[in-house]
């Protein structure tokens, strides 16, 4: 069984920054686009950031300028450097592995909360 574990979440301050790891074992992890997706209370879940097996990179509209994605492939991993965090970034961030022919894998999400 495929399995995507996220880690890093937690409470932070307006202003503040967190960086989300994803693990990604049991893939060719070299082989898989990478992304992380994020969902608000209420909200639908919408694209924050992806990075291609070329590390070619992709940002929502919201979070350009502030939020970096990273990869290393030795290590399987796949990074959320978030800064300049905002209330409305409050939601469970979730990673997902993507290749083309292939149902792509999620992790089960991590919380991240940004209030004063």
């Known amino acids: 069984q495929v399995q995507l574990v996220e880690s890093g979440g937690g409470l932070v301050q307006p202003g503040g920054s967190l960086r989300l790891s994803c693990v990604a074992p049991r893939i060719t992890f070299r082989l898989y686009d990478m992304g992380w997706y994020r969902q608000g209370p209420g909200k639908q879940r919408e694209l924050v950031a992806l990075?291609?097996?070329?590390?070619?990179?992709d940002y929502g509209d919201s979070v350009k300028g502030r939020f970096t994605i990273s990869r290393d492939n030795a290590k399987k991993m796949v990074y959320l450097q978030m800064s300049s965090l905002k209330p409305e970034d409050t939601a469970v961030y979730y990673c997902?592995?993507?290749?083309?022919?292939?149902?792509?894998?999620w992790g089960q999400g991590t919380q991240v909360t940004v209030s004063s």
């Open positions: 997902t592995a993507m290749r083309a022919g292939v149902s792509p894998f």
């Open positions: 990075i291609g097996r070329d590390d070619s990179t």
